[in-house]
């Protein structure tokens, strides 16, 4: 069983920064991708950003281009996020998501942990 535990997350002001950090419980390269996905109260979840585990490349959202950085630590099994100039739309439960390499590319989601940003 693929377990991904989240942390990082909580209350900041617009324009103030927070990292997630997502830790895997299998090598990140028996996965083919990893990634963040966020859903705000009364929205459907989207995608945030995600990685590729061969090669590194990386997608985000049109919301947080430019804004948000997905990376990872391969010897800790570890994928971050590090949100900077964040608004208050971007309050929303975030969920860690890797899609395992096997033959049903198997999803499996985090826990998710709260990001709330006012004032």
């Known amino acids: 069983q693929v377990q991904l535990v989240e942390s990082g997350g909580g209350l900041v002001q617009p324009g103030g920064s927070l990292r997630l950090s997502c830790a895997a419980s299998?090598?990140?390269?028996?996965?083919?991708?990893m990634g963040w996905y966020r859903q705000a109260p009364g929205k459907e979840r989207e995608l945030v950003a995600i990685?590729?585990?061969?090669?590194?490349?990386?997608n985000y959202g049109d919301s947080v281009k430019g804004r948000f950085t997905i990376s990872r630590e391969i010897a800790k099994n570890t994928v971050y996020l590090q949100m900077n100039s964040l608004k208050p739309e971007d309050t929303a439960v975030y969920y860690c998501?890797?899609?395992?390499?096997?033959?049903?590319?198997?999803?499996?989601w985090g826990q998710g942990t709260q990001v709330t940003v006012s004032s």
């Open positions: 998501n890797a899609v395992y390499s096997d033959s049903k590319s198997t999803t499996y």
């Open positions: 299998r090598n990140i390269f028996n996965f083919n991708a």
């Open positions: 990685i590729i585990s061969r090669g590194g490349a990386t």
